[in-house]
C-alpha cells in the first residue's frame, strides 16, 4: 500500500468531534420527554378501527387469508392449469410489414393520396352498403324503400267507403286487390310503402250515334257542390296504344304507407255502367286526416294505365280527376320517379313515330284534370266531333297531333304550350285560353283553324311557332306581351282574312307571311301600355295607318320593287302630330289589283313601328 494511501486512512480513522466536545450527548434531533409522554397517552386512548368495521380475526374465525393473486389464480395453480396464451408476433410482424409497404409505395404527390383514399372510400361503399333494386318491375319509386315483402290483409272496402257521385254510374264490378307487396326499409326517415293492384277488361261501345263511352273518374270534380267533402286522391293516368285486336283494359296500382291499409280500404274502386252501354273505372275517396293531407309523398296514390286497342273507335272517351296528372300517349318525364312503372314508355313512343296514322278515332275526346297537368304526346288524338284539354290547377302540354273540328283547350292556373313536333288543327274552330299562365308555341309547333281565338288573364302569348287561319284570328293578353308568327291559310278561305293582336299592359308584335293572291287581309296590332310592331307581307295591298308615342313612332316603306317584278305603289297622307301622340295614314297597291287590306298599328302608351316587305 502506497504511503498516501495510508495517510489517507488514518485521516479518515480519526474522530469528526473534538476532544472536548466528545463526552457531551447530542440533543439536536432528541423529543422532549414531556410532549412525548402525551402524544403517546393519546394514540393509546384513541380508537385505531371504527366500531362497525373491526379488523380482520381470519385466526379467531377460523379463516385462512386470502391467497395473494386471488382466489382463481390459487385455483389454477392447485390444479396445474396452463392457459394457452396469444402468441402476438406473427400479427406485430405482418403488421409491420404491411405498414412499411404501405409507406415505401405512398406517392409524394397530395393529389394522387387524396386520389387514392377516393378510392378506397368508394371500394369501401361498394363492399359495405346495402343493394337497391330498382327493377322495371319493381315500384319504382325512389322513396318506396329497400326489399319486398308480402303482407296478407285485408284490402276489402269498409262501409264508410264513399258511393260514386250522382250521375255518374254505379258499380258493377268491385276490385279485388292482389296480395300487397311491402318494402322493409324507407329512405329518409319514412315509412316503407306497400303496392297492390287490379285490372279491368271492357267493353268497348260500337255506335257514334250514341252518347255510349269509355271512362275514368278519379275524384271528379262535380258542379252544384256535388264533390264538396270527398277526396282528392294524387296520381298519375297513362293513356297507352296496345295491341290490335285487344279490348281495351285499366290497370291500377294503388300505392299506401305501411300501417295504413285502412286508407285504401275507405276508397271505394270498381268497374261501372252508366246508362246502356258507357262503361268505365271509378275512384272515390275520403280526404285525408289533417295531419296526413300534406305529407310528401302523399300516404295513398294511384298509379292508372289504360290501353286503347291500336285503330280503335270510340263514340266517347272520357277521362276525369281532380288531381292527377294525364299523360295521353306521353311518357311520363324521366325526372318522375313514377316513369319507371312505365317502362316500355320511350320504346312506345318511337314505335309509334314511326308508324304514323295509326291513332285512334274519337267521336268525342274530353281530359280534365284539376290540380294536374295534361300531356299530349304522339300518336296524338283525332276526333269528329269535339276535343278538350282542361285543368284546374296545371299546365296543358301538346306535343303530337291533335285534330277535330271543334278544339277547346284551357287551363285556370297554369300555362297553354304547344311542343316541337305539336300540332293543333281543327276544321271549324280552336280555342286556347289561360286564365292566369303563358300561352307559348314554340319552334315546330303549329296551331291552325279558320276561328282561332287565343286568350290570357296574367300571362303572354308568345313563341316562335306558326299561327295558321284561314278566316279569323284574335290573340289577345290582359296582362302580358303578344307576339306571334301568322301565316295565312288559303285553302277555301274567307272573303276577308282578319288577324288582330291586343294586350292592355305588354308589347304587341305581329308578323304576317306571304300569301296568295287575291286576298283582303285586314291586320290589327294594337295595346294601350307598350309597344305595338306590325310586319306586313311582300304581296298585301290596301290601307295602313299608324297611332303611338311622339318620338317613338316610325314607318319603314317597302323596298324598291325587283326587276321585272310588278311595280308596288306606296303613298301617304302625311304626319299628324300632337304634343305626345303622331298618327300616320297611307296606301299600297298594284296596278289592275284591288287592294282591299287594312293594316292599324295603334298604341296608346308607346312606340308604334311599321314595316313592309
Known sequence: MSAARRANDAQDAQPLLADDAAGEPDVRFAIDDEYAL??????????????????????????????????????????????????????????????????????????????????AMWLLILTTAPSVDMAPQDDGGWWAGIGDVEIDEDLSPLPAAPEPVSGDGHIVEAAQWATPHCAVLAFGGRRPFCRTSVAFNLTSPQAFDTDASLFLFADPLRAAGLSDGRGRVPGAVRVRRGEQGTPPSVRIEARYERGR????????????????????????????????????????????????????????????????DFFLFAPLPPSDPRAIIFADALELEAGLRA???????????????????????????????????????????????????????????????????????AWKRASLDSDNGAITIEKGGLVGAPELHATTGNGEISGAG??????????????????????????????????????KNGAVSLRLLDFALPLAV????????????????????????????????????????????????????????????????????????????????????????????
Open 466 to 503: 306558326m299561327w295558321q287561319a284561314n278566316g279569323t284570328m284574335q290573340l289577345k293578353s290582359s296582362n302580358g306581351a303578344v307576339s306571334a308568327l301568322v301565316a295565312p291559310i288559303t285553302a277555301s278561305p274567307a272573303a276577308t282574312l282578319d288577324f288582330s293582336a291586343q294586350s
Open 261 to 324: 291499409a285502412q286508407l285504401l280500404r275507405e276508397a271505394r274502386v270498381g268497374k261501372m255502367k252508366k246508362g246502356i252501354q258507357s262503361e268505365g273505372v271509378g275512384i272515390y275517396t275520403n280526404p285525408l286526416p289533417d295531419r296526413l293531407a300534406s305529407r310528401l309523398p302523399p300516404p295513398l296514390s294511384f298509379d292508372i294505365e289504360v290501353t286503347l286497342p291500336a285503330l280503335s273507335r270510340l263514340p266517347a272517351f272520357v277521362l276525369e280527376s281532380a288531381a292527377m
Open 522 to 613: 285586314r291586320a290589327a296590332a294594337r295595346t294601350e301600355l307598350g309597344s305595338a310592331t306590325l310586319h306586313l307581307p311582300r304581296n298585301y295591298t290596301g290601307a295602313w295607318a299608324i297611332h303611338g308615342s311622339r318620338g317613338s313612332t316610325d314607318v319603314h316603306p317597302p323596298p324598291p320593287t325587283a326587276a321585272g317584278a310588278p311595280v308596288r305603289k306606296w303613298s301617304s297622307e302625311g304626319r299628324q302630330e300632337t304634343n305626345t301622340h303622331v298618327s300616320e295614314r297611307g296606301r299600297i297597291w298594284l296596278e289592275g289589283q284591288p287592294a282591299d287590306g287594312e293594316a292599324t298599328v295603334d298604341s296608346g302608351q308607346g312606340g308604334a313601328h311599321l314595316f313592309v316587305a
Open 355 to 425: 308508324a304514323p296514322g295509326r291513332e285512334p278515332l274519337f267521336g268525342r275526346f274530353e281530359a280534365r284534370a284539376g290540380d294536374g297537368s295534361v300531356v299530349l304526346g304522339a300518336p296524338g288524338v283525332q276526333s269528329i266531333g269535339y276535343a278538350l284539354l282542361r285543368a284546374t290547377s296545371g299546365d296543358v302540354v301538346v306535343r303530337g297531333p291533335l285534330r277535330g273540328p271543334v278544339i277547346d283547350i284551357h287551363t285556370d292556373n297554369g300555362a297553354v304550350r304547344v311542343a316541337e313536333g305539336g300540332e293543333i288543327a
Open 38 to 119: 402525551a402524544d403517546e397517552l393519546d394514540a393509546d386512548g384513541a380508537p385505531k378501527y371504527p366500531p362497525s368495521v373491526p379488523p380482520p380475526a381470519y385466526g379467531s374465525l377460523g379463516l385462512a387469508p386470502p391467497p395473494p393473486g386471488g382466489r382463481i389464480a390459487a385455483w389454477l395453480r392447485a390444479h396445474d392449469i396452463d392457459l394457452p396464451q396469444p402468441d402476438w408476433d406473427a400479427p406485430r410482424r405482418a403488421w409491420r410489414r404491411l405498414y412499411a409497404a404501405v409507406w415505401r409505395h405512398m406517392p409524394s404527390s397530395r393529389i394522387a393520396v387524396a386520389g387514392c383514399a377516393l378510392a
